[in-house]
């Protein structure tokens, strides 16, 4: 049984926004200019490394045949690769995407974006997932808790 009602905007339709907010502050309301080229493409570093992490982490929980989806029943916690170091890698990685992409940008104002959608992702998602998942394993989660940092 599912937790997820048949419509909901999930993490990647916030994603899709956050890129386009972050377009539409630097065409209108760039702010100051923090980088020009070539020094901007040193965005592509960690947008590159944040969509490789992101997929990655989705990847171990589909070898893992657990549900990726948020809020959908979790058959097993997945506690290997980048999980070792993050509770949230694919949360992680988009972060890093959009920060990737605020440096490939340029300006100031696309760089509160990220933090606006890091918080937003834990207010809406991670914390509600969090609760679901000591509910549902109990000293296991509670333990990766322990050891493992939410974000880094």
Do not use: C
Not at 17 to 31: E, Q, R, Y
Not at 70 to 82: H, I, K, N, Q
Not at 109 to 128: E, G, K, N, S, Y
């Amino acid at each position: 049984m599912s937790d997820v009602p048949k419509r909901r905007l999930f993490p990647p339709h916030f994603l899709l926004m956050a890129i386009l907010a972050m377009v539409a502050l630097h065409l209108a309301l760039p702010g100051r200019i923090l980088l020009d080229r070539p020094w901007t493409f040193l965005g592509f570093v960690p947008f590159l490394f944040g969509g490789v992490l992101t997929v990655r982490a989705a990847r171990l929980f589909d070898r893992e045949k657990t549900p990726v989806r948020p809020f959908e029943r979790s058959t097993r916690l997945v506690l290997d690769g980048p999980y070792r170091f993050t509770r949230n890698p694919m949360y992680l990685g988009m972060v890093l995407g959009l920060l990737g992409l605020g440096i490939l940008l340029g300006s100031l104002t696309p760089l509160v974006v990220p933090l606006v959608f890091a918080l937003f992702i834990q207010a809406r998602f991670i914390v509600p997932e969090e609760a679901m998942l000591e509910r549902l394993f109990g000293a296991d989660f509670a333990a990766f808790k322990g050891r493992v940092r939410r974000w880094l």
